[in-house]
C-alpha cells in the first residue's frame, strides 16, 4: 500500500491522499522514481500552497518565505524547482490558464451552433471563477501586477480568447457587421468587469452574470435574430 501523503498547513485537506505507486520509494516492479518525478510531486504541491499566498497577499507583497512557509519546505528546496517568485508566480499561471482552457474547450465541444458554444464556454469559465476564486484572482488579478512578462501572459490570454470569439463572424446574420476590434475590445472589458469582482473580493455568481455577458458577446453577431431580453 502506498504511504499516506497529508497537506501540513491545518485545516487544509488538500493534496492528496495516497501518493501514487509510480511516486513512492520502492515504486512497482522495484524500479526507483525518476527524480524528474518526483521533483515535479513537489512543484505541483508548491504551487498549490502559492496560490494562496498571490491571491491573499497580492504579487508584490507576496514573499518566497510566504511560500515556503505555506508549502512546508525549504527555501533551498524552493530554489531548485523555481527561479524565484516570478518564476513560480509564472508557472502557476500557466499551469491555472491551461487547466481552466481545457475545461472550457471540452464545454463548448458539446455544442453545435455558434451561439451555444459561447454559451457553454462563458458558464464553464464563470462556474470555475466562482468555485476557484483564489486561482481566478491570480490570472485575473495578479498576472497585471507581475512585471512584464506578468502582463505578457494575460494578454496573450485575452487574444487566445478574443480570437475563439472572431468564430462568430462566420455565423453573423447579414444585417450584423460588429466592429473589427470589437472582440478583442469586449474580452477585455468582460475580464476588467471580473477583475473588479475579484479585487474586493465579490461572489461571482453565474446565474445573474452569464445572460448579460452572454448577450452581450452573442447581440452583435445576431443582428436582428438576437434574443431580446
Do not use: N
Not at 527561479?83 to 455544442?111: N, P
Not at 501572459?153 to 485575452?158: F, I
Amino acid at each position: 500500500m502506498s504511504p499516506l501523503v497529508r497537506d501540513p498547513r491545518p485545516g487544509y485537506p488538500l493534496p492528496v491522499g495516497p501518493l501514487p505507486d509510480h511516486l513512492t520509494a520502492t515504486a512497482v516492479g522495484k524500479r526507483r522514481i525518476s527524480k524528474d518525478v518526483v521533483a515535479e510531486h513537489q512543484r505541483l504541491r508548491v504551487l498549490t500552497a502559492a496560490t494562496e499566498v498571490f491571491a491573499r497577499r497580492g504579487y508584490q507583497s507576496a514573499t518566497v518565505d510566504q511560500i515556503v512557509g505555506a508549502a512546508r519546505i525549504g527555501v533551498g528546496s524552493f530554489y531548485v524547482l523555481f527561479e524565484g517568485k516570478e518564476d513560480c508566480f509564472l508557472r502557476l499561471y500557466d499551469l491555472i490558464v491551461a487547466e481552466a482552457e481545457e475545461r472550457i474547450a471540452a464545454a463548448a465541444a458539446g455544442e453545435g451552433r455558434w451561439p451555444d458554444r459561447v454559451m457553454a464556454a462563458l458558464r464553464a469559465l464563470l462556474e470555475l471563477i466562482a468555485a476557484e476564486p483564489d486561482r481566478a484572482r491570480v490570472v485575473i488579478v495578479e498576472a497585471r501586477t507581475a512585471g512584464s512578462a506578468g502582463e505578457a501572459r494575460y494578454e496573450a490570454t485575452v487574444a487566445r480568447l478574443a480570437a475563439a470569439l472572431r468564430e462568430g463572424r462566420a455565423a453573423a446574420a447579414g444585417d450584423a457587421e460588429p466592429q473589427a476590434a470589437f472582440e478583442a475590445a469586449a474580452v477585455a472589458g468582460l475580464a476588467w468587469s471580473l477583475h473588479q469582482r475579484l479585487a474586493v473580493g465579490g461572489p461571482v455568481v453565474v446565474g445573474e452574470l452569464l445572460p448579460q455577458m452572454a448577450d452581450f458577446l452573442v447581440a452583435p453577431y445576431l443582428g436582428s435574430r438576437a434574443p431580446r431580453r
